[in-house]
């Protein structure tokens, strides 16, 4: 229940902060994306601001054995860079840039721009639906 | 270029960082936005493991509703194949690359993960070139 509750608070504050921050205005963030055109560096500083928080807590969070509602961390442990990380965030990148939407505003957009979400999110579900395939393919052949 | 200081994009910058260490503080898990979702979608899975990811996702569209008195002007008329392609490429690209701008942005690049800084380093560099190339030569 505990951690129920901390799930929604999060999600709660984290969607808040795309709204406040525009994050949430895909033509802000592809004006963001575009520094040889009509640059707007404004985003810069909701990554900045994010950063600054989770770089200047997360190492105090994690001398913790556990978090405080659960026993253990969750935390990918992977260091190695792959091409498929590579690929596959690029890949991201491009999407990004098509729209302006990354999963979070995409997913928001449902009570923000209906119109576009029921075009965005199908689309987002049914590539994350192929992705997988991808994923779980490559994986059988590495092991 | 800016023409006043971007307080309010900190400050939600500010607020999605907290958000994330809440979540790594008490859960112990990655506020990773694709990550959640997919294994939502995708994987089996039952009892808190799927209820967390149900609330953390009611919690993210309801605190951006709360907040829609916050408003921008909104798009029309945007090519619908554009936002198709857009988001088949966001979704293969952050299931193939583990995460998205919350989970390795944010996230990753908090945790000083490598591989996080790596992939953010890449989609800054293909959104940026997709951007141009979409404006420049395209749209």
């Known amino acids: ?143 | 270029m800016l023409e006043t200081f971007p307080s309010q994009a900190l400050f939600g910058g500010i607020l999605i960082g907290f958000s994330a260490v809440l979540l790594l503080a008490f859960n112990g898990r990655t506020a990773g936005i694709s990550g959640i979702l997919y294994n939502l979608l995708y994987n089996p899975l039952s009892g808190t493991e799927r209820n967390w990811r149900l609330c953390f996702m009611a919690g993210l569209v309801g605190g951006a509703y709360f907040m829609l008195p916050v408003e921008f002007e909104l798009r029309q008329g945007y090519s619908p194949v554009l936002l198709i392609a857009s988001g088949l490429a966001v979704g293969i690209g952050t299931r193939i690359g583990n995460g998205c701008t919350s989970g390795h942005g944010v996230c990753g690049i908090g945790m000083l993960s490598v591989r996080s800084i790596a992939a953010t380093v890449a989609f800054m560099i293909s959104g940026i070139l997709t951007v141009t190339i979409l404006r420049n030569f395209i749209g």
């Open chain 1, 1 to 143: 229940m505990q951690r129920l509750i901390i799930a929604l608070t999060s999600g709660l504050i984290f969607g808040a902060g795309l709204v406040i921050s525009e994050m949430a205005n895909p033509v802000k963030v592809q004006n963001f994306l575009d520094p040889f055109g009509h640059w707007d560096p404004s985003l810069a500083f909701v990554m900045g601001g994010a950063v600054m928080v989770t770089l200047g807590t997360s190492r105090f969070i994690m001398k913790r054995k556990t978090p405080i509602f659960a026993d253990q961390f969750y935390i990918s442990l992977k260091t190695s860079i792959d091409r498929r990380l590579i690929i596959g965030a690029s890949l991201f990148g491009i999407g990004w840039g098509l729209s302006g939407y990354c999963p979070g505003p995409g997913i928001i957009n449902a009570v923000i721009n209906p119109i576009e979400a029921l075009v965005f999110l199908p689309a987002l579900v049914i590539g994350g639906w192929i992705g997988q395939r991808y994923s779980a393919r490559g994986n059988s052949i590495q092991h």
